[in-house]
C-alpha cells in the first residue's frame, strides 16, 4: 500500500513540474532609458532619474558610501526603483559613479536573468556657507539666535534666570556655543579662531563669524548679544515694584507695588532707572521718568528696549507687566 501511494505522489509531481514549465515564460531581454535632471549637484540637494523600457527590475547603485556596484560583492547595495522614479541626495560631496540595473527573468523560479546596465558620473560640490541655527545652553535653557538682515545674529540673553525656583546670574563671559550648518565639511571660525564646541566664549560681546565652505567659498556674520534690559529700580505712586520672572519666558518681567490706599490708579507717576541706556515706552510712545501713567488700561503695553550703538538694527526687548 505503501508503495502504490509514493508511485501516486511521484506521478503527481511529474504532471505539476510538466505543467509549470509549459507555463514558464523566457526572460525578455532588458531594454531601459534612463534620464536624469541634473548630473551637478549640492550636498542634499536631490536628483530626480526616470526609468522607461522593459525590465522586471531595476536597481540604482549611487556610487557613494555603502552603495558602490563595483563593491556589490562587499555587501555594498542599491535602492531599488519604484514605477519607474527614483529621486536620491548626497551628504558629502565628491564624484560618484552612478550604476542602473535593469534585470529580467524566466517567470519559473526567476531562473536565466538578464542584465542591462548603464552607467553615468554625478558630482557634488560642498558650498554650504549658511547657518542654520545658533544657540547657547545654559542650564535649564536653551538660548537661541535670531537671524536679522541675513548677515547678523542677535542672542539675546536675560541678565537673571529661574532654576529651581531660584534666581541665577548669567556668567555671560564664558559659556558654549552651538552652530546648526547642513554641510559636515564647512568650517567656522570665530574672531578668525576655529570654532571649537567645547570652548568657552564671551557672550558679553559682539564676535565675528565666518564659515568657509568645502569648496572654499566664504561667508562673514556677526554675532550681538545684547542683555534683556531691566529696571534697576521703579516706583509707582512711591511703591518700590518688586520683579518677578518668568521661568519660561526670558523677556517677560513682571513688577508688583504695594499703592497707597486711594491712588488713582488712571494717573500713576511712575519713576524709574534702567540697567543701561534701556528706554521705557508705553503702547509705543516712550515714557521718561517721572511721567504718569494708566495702569486700568489693560491694552497698554509697556516694553524696555535697547538698541545697541554699534549696530541699531538689533534691539533686545523686555516685555513689562505692572501688577497692584
Known amino acids: 500500500m505503501k508503495k502504490s501511494i509514493n508511485i501516486l505522489l511521484a506521478v503527481c509531481f511529474a504532471f505539476l513540474f510538466a505543467a509549470c514549465s509549459d507555463d514558464n515564460e523566457e526572460a525578455r531581454t532588458p531594454q531601459i532609458n534612463v534620464t536624469f535632471d541634473k548630473t551637478n549637484l549640492v550636498i542634499n540637494e536631490s536628483m530626480e532619474l526616470r526609468v522607461t523600457g522593459v525590465a522586471d527590475q531595476v536597481v540604482v547603485f549611487t556610487g557613494d558610501k555603502d552603495h558602490e556596484y563595483a563593491l556589490r560583492q562587499e555587501s555594498n547595495t542599491g535602492f531599488p526603483v519604484n514605477k519607474g522614479l527614483f529621486t536620491y541626495s548626497y551628504a558629502t560631496p565628491g564624484t560618484f559613479h552612478v550604476v542602473v540595473v535593469a534585470s529580467t527573468y524566466d517567470t519559473f523560479l526567476g531562473n536565466n536573468i538578464k542584465e542591462n546596465i548603464q552607467e553615468f558620473d554625478v558630482t557634488v560640490v560642498d558650498d554650504i556657507t549658511a547657518i542654520d541655527a545658533i544657540s547657547t545652553s545654559i542650564t535649564p535653557n536653551i538660548y537661541y539666535a535670531e537671524l536679522v538682515n541675513n548677515v547678523d545674529w542677535v542672542l539675546r540673553l536675560p541678565t537673571k534666570y529661574l532654576y529651581n525656583n531660584k534666581e541665577v546670574k548669567i556668567n555671560a563671559a564664558k559659556q558654549r556655543l552651538t552652530f546648526e550648518i547642513v554641510?559636515?565639511?564647512?568650517?567656522?571660525?570665530?574672531?578668525?579662531?576655529?570654532?571649537?564646541?567645547?570652548?568657552?566664549?564671551?557672550?558679553?560681546?559682539?564676535?565675528?563669524?565666518?564659515?568657509?565652505?568645502?569648496?572654499?567659498?566664504?561667508?562673514?556674520?556677526?554675532?550681538?548679544?545684547?542683555?534683556?534690559?531691566?529696571?534697576?529700580?521703579?516706583?509707582?505712586?512711591?511703591?518700590?515694584?518688586?520683579?518677578?520672572?518668568?521661568?519660561?519666558?526670558?523677556?517677560?518681567?513682571?513688577?508688583?507695588?504695594?499703592?497707597?490706599?486711594?491712588?488713582?490708579?488712571?494717573?500713576?507717576?511712575?519713576?524709574?532707572?534702567?540697567?543701561?541706556?534701556?528706554?521705557?515706552?508705553?503702547?509705543?510712545?516712550?515714557?521718561?521718568?517721572?511721567?504718569?501713567?494708566?495702569?486700568?488700561?489693560?491694552?497698554?503695553?509697556?516694553?524696555?528696549?535697547?538698541?545697541?550703538?554699534?549696530?541699531?538694527?538689533?534691539?533686545?526687548?523686555?516685555?513689562?507687566?505692572?501688577?497692584?
Open 183 to 324: 554641510s559636515d565639511s564647512s568650517k567656522i571660525f570665530i574672531d578668525n579662531e576655529p570654532y571649537k564646541s567645547n570652548s568657552y566664549y564671551n557672550l558679553s560681546m559682539t564676535h565675528d563669524i565666518q564659515v568657509l565652505s568645502n569648496a572654499g567659498t566664504t561667508r562673514n556674520y556677526k554675532l550681538y548679544i545684547p542683555i534683556y534690559p531691566e529696571f534697576s529700580s521703579v516706583t509707582a505712586a512711591g511703591a518700590t515694584g518688586k520683579l518677578t520672572r518668568n521661568a519660561y519666558y526670558q523677556d517677560l518681567q513682571t513688577y508688583t507695588f504695594e499703592l497707597p490706599d486711594g491712588t488713582d490708579k488712571t494717573q500713576v507717576k511712575i519713576e524709574y532707572s534702567t540697567d543701561s541706556d534701556a528706554k521705557f515706552y508705553a503702547g509705543g510712545s516712550e515714557v521718561p521718568s517721572g511721567a504718569t501713567i494708566d495702569l486700568t488700561n489693560e491694552d497698554t503695553e509697556y516694553t524696555l528696549i535697547r538698541t545697541l550703538e554699534e549696530n541699531p538694527a538689533v534691539k533686545a526687548v523686555s516685555r513689562i507687566v505692572f501688577a497692584y
